[in-house]
């Protein structure tokens, strides 16, 4: 063995790199989201403040932009979906209900009840495609005045939906809702907030929003896609 190739021996047998949260590369749509760790950005609305949603307040609008740019990456999302939600519900009112009234009130409820025609199987479809889409999916619950009975349930778009700031506690309370968020939202039409309180079976408020997120998503607030390593890739398809 040469004396060359025994200095590049010892060098490589004793040079080593230690991975640090410093040097390992992060890409956009990651770094666009990292404050959620940290520090959090905060938005105002009329209807109260909440917590952004990456850096322009757009993050769910990139992962449309991004769903639209690729074809292989459309696909895999909506065949997804498609497995998720399934080919229709099934049931048996005959058998859970023997009143006939009972069993025509609950079968308009599941064919109407996000509005005319938009039943139940519509939302589970949608929100299985949000679930793929964004990392998360949520309801709107509406009830009556008596709190023991459901009079709307739909599936939400997730990028009209940002939790509203959390009292010194941390603790989430309430959701701002309106259609879009980010540059822009101010001059949209028909572009209202409204605050609505989170879900909770005990509480007596009319309006709640169920938020589900994927339990990967690496942040305490918000639902992220497990695609998004997987920035780069989709961006050049």
Not at 67 to 80: C, E, F, M, R, W
Not at 141 to 154: D, G, Q, R, S, T
Request: with cysteine; aromatic share 14%.
């Amino acid at each position: 063995m040469s004396v060359f190739s025994k200095v590049v021996d010892y060098f490589a047998s004793n040079t080593f790199v230690v991975a640090k949260e410093t040097n390992i590369a992060i890409n956009p749509l990651e770094k666009s989201i990292e404050n959620l760790g940290s520090r959090y950005a905060v938005g105002n609305t009329i209807a109260g403040d909440y917590i952004k949603f990456g850096y322009g307040d757009d993050f769910p609008v990139i992962l449309e932009r991004m769903y639209h740019q690729s074809p292989v990456h459309a696909g895999i999302i909506t065949k997804k979906a498609k497995m998720v939600s399934g080919n229709g519900l099934q049931y048996d009112l005959e058998t859970a209900f023997k009143a006939p009234v009972k069993r025509a009130e609950l079968k308009a409820f599941l064919a109407n009840c996000a509005g005319k025609s938009q039943g139940l199987y519509e939302q589970i479809v949608h929100a299985s495609f949000q679930q793929e889409l964004n990392g998360a999916f949520a309801f709107y619950i509406k009830w009556n005045k008596e709190h023991n009975k459901i009079v709307e349930f739909k599936s939400l778009d997730i990028k009209g939906l940002r939790i509203a700031e959390p009292g010194p506690d941390g603790k989430v309370t309430h959701f701002i809702m309106r259609r879009k968020f980010g540059k822009g939202d101010i001059s949209m039409q028909h572009n209202e907030p409204k605050k609505v309180p989170v879900f909770d079976k005990f509480s007596k408020a009319q309006e709640q929003i169920l938020y589900v997120k994927n339990p990967y998503s690496g942040n305490y607030y918000y639902g992220v896609p497990n695609y998004i390593s997987a920035f780069h890739f989709i961006n050049a398809d």
